[in-house]
């Protein structure tokens, strides 16, 4: 009997060991770049506002009407892709950046609607997502009313081939964690419409402003750089979603 004692409270201080451990390792996140998100709240284009939830992101001139539910990479902080969407939010468009529980997207079961609802006056929501976020945006985009699918730095492992959902992924040649390999084996997951882009010289943290990431690649093109055609990418993708919305 103490001997059997003895081993359930082994067993019960190694979890709770497991447990502390991997909740503290959960809630060491890469921070954003605080320079990159101070021009983006210094920007009079683009409303920012902490949902509790997420990070909304209000265009402050004319809206298009679409929205995107953006879910970040995993232990990311979500502020480090204000400076993404900065641009795309500046020319209409409202990015909703959730807040993953745990910083992990696997752990967040919330639904879209919940997010959506930080946006009433979006008529058109699309579904997005950075890396693990990425995976996770596959998921939600099952849902009747996405529109669209952005992946950045991403793949699906569901299938959504059937689907008549407007796609763009973006990727890096030189990204080390989601390399082009990775994305071209599960491009049969997506429509065959779906837009491919990968731009050159580009890694993993260009998608968003957090630093360096361990495993990445070493980007041969400014983060600036890399930025300015991730957005162009993106809006040329949001108006497609638009312009679909209003036939």
């Known amino acids: 009997m103490n001997r059997a004692l003895r081993w359930t409270a082994w067993i019960v201080a190694v979890l709770l060991v497991v447990v502390i451990v991997f909740l503290v390792w959960a809630n060491i996140v890469m921070q954003g770049t605080r320079s990159a998100a101070l021009q983006v709240w210094r920007d009079d284009r683009v409303a920012v506002r902490d949902a509790g939830d997420s990070v909304v992101m209000t265009p402050t001139g004319t809206a298009n009407g679409v929205g995107v539910v953006f879910v970040p990479g995993a232990k990311v902080d979500p502020y480090a892709y204000m400076a993404t969407f900065r641009q795309v939010v500046a020319s209409g468009t409202t990015v909703v950046i959730t807040k993953p529980t745990l910083h992990l997207a ?142």
Not at 135 to 153: E, K, T, Y
């Open 106 to 247: 696997f752990f967040d079961l919330r639904p879209l609607s919940t997010f959506e609802a930080h946006a009433p006056s979006v008529q058109t929501w699309a579904v997005g997502g950075h890396s693990l976020g990425g995976v996770r945006a596959c998921q939600l985009a099952d849902d009747p009313g996405v529109a669209g699918l952005l992946l950045l730095g991403s793949y699906c492992a569901n299938d959504l081939s059937g689907t008549d959902l407007d796609v763009l992924s973006v990727s890096g040649s030189r990204d080390g964690l989601s390399t082009p390999e990775k994305v071209a084996a599960a491009r049969h997951e997506l429509p065959a419409d779906a837009t491919m882009t990968e731009i050159q010289g580009s890694n993993h943290a260009d998608f968003g402003a957090y630093g360096a990431q361990p495993g990445d690649g070493t980007a041969t093109i400014s983060r600036a750089d890399a930025r300015a055609q991730i957005s162009a990418a993106v809006e040329r993708w949001v108006e497609g979603i638009r312009a679909a919305g209003l036939r």
